[in-house]
């Protein structure tokens, strides 16, 4: 299927602006539905009526949250805003219900029951996500160099907000860190060994820092 150049110019706008892949990817997904909805016009030749019909379908016929409704709008804004340089306005549509709802927290005891039941990997994801406060795309995006033994702290790159920050290091997740660093190590260096090894890095750390990709501390 051939890619639509009207999407990859989203696309390269929202990786302009440095937008995570995941905001790229519901975006992406609001602004097809949107076209689509609207029997597949161009949204140049739409505006704030259509979008109106559109978000209200998405309450009324497909009962979707508040918060998918809000995001099918930020990525629908988004699109006319810095895309095709309209801005909607005076727009009125029927917002999704938010049930009441009592929360459901789990207990230190519900927790760490939950954690206990986690084998290898996911032992060690559980660990810091409850211990560190890391939600799980964080968790999955560490690399060796982010771990400081010494300090016992955690630091996070471009998280939430793009927004660096420090967190706490677990104690009970040292221990399987180090075995896990070890046994990337052998990995690693199999894959070196074999001309390959090369770490996901952007292409402007590559160029600051050269080598970079191949070093250990980067896996």
Excluded at 40 to 57: A, S
Excluded at 169 to 188: C, D, G, M, N, S
Aim: hydrophobic share 40%; proline share 4%.
């Amino acid at each position: 299927m051939s890619k639509s150049p009207f999407i990859e110019s989203i696309r390269l706008i929202l990786r302009t602006k440095r937008y995570s892949l995941k905001t790229e990817k519901a975006y992406l997904h609001w602004i097809r539905r949107f076209i689509y909805f609207n029997g597949k016009r161009h949204p140049k030749d739409m505006g704030e009526l259509e979008v109106e019909q559109f978000l209200t379908h998405l309450a009324i016929t497909l009962k979707v949250s508040p918060t998918t409704q809000n995001q099918a709008l930020c990525a629908i804004i988004f699109m006319y805003r810095h895309v095709l340089e309209m801005d909607l306005t005076n727009m009125a549509f029927t917002f999704a219900k938010t049930p009441v709802r009592v929360p459901e927290v789990l207990s230190h005891s519900d927790a760490i029951a939950v954690i206990n039941n986690l084998r290898g990997v996911h032992h060690t994801i559980g660990t810091l996500m409850y211990g560190g406060g890391f939600r799980i795309s964080e968790v999955l995006r560490l690399r060796i160099k982010d771990f400081d033994f010494d300090r016992n702290t955690i630091f996070i790159f471009r998280s939430k907000g793009q927004k660096d920050r420090v967190t706490m290091f677990p104690e009970l997740a040292k221990t399987e860190i180090t075995k896990q660093i070890q046994k990337v190590e052998r990995i690693h260096q199999k894959d070196i060994d074999d001309g390959y090894g090369l770490s996901s890095l952007p292409p402007s750390l590559i160029r600051k820092y050269g080598k970079a990709a191949t070093n250990l501390s980067w896996q």
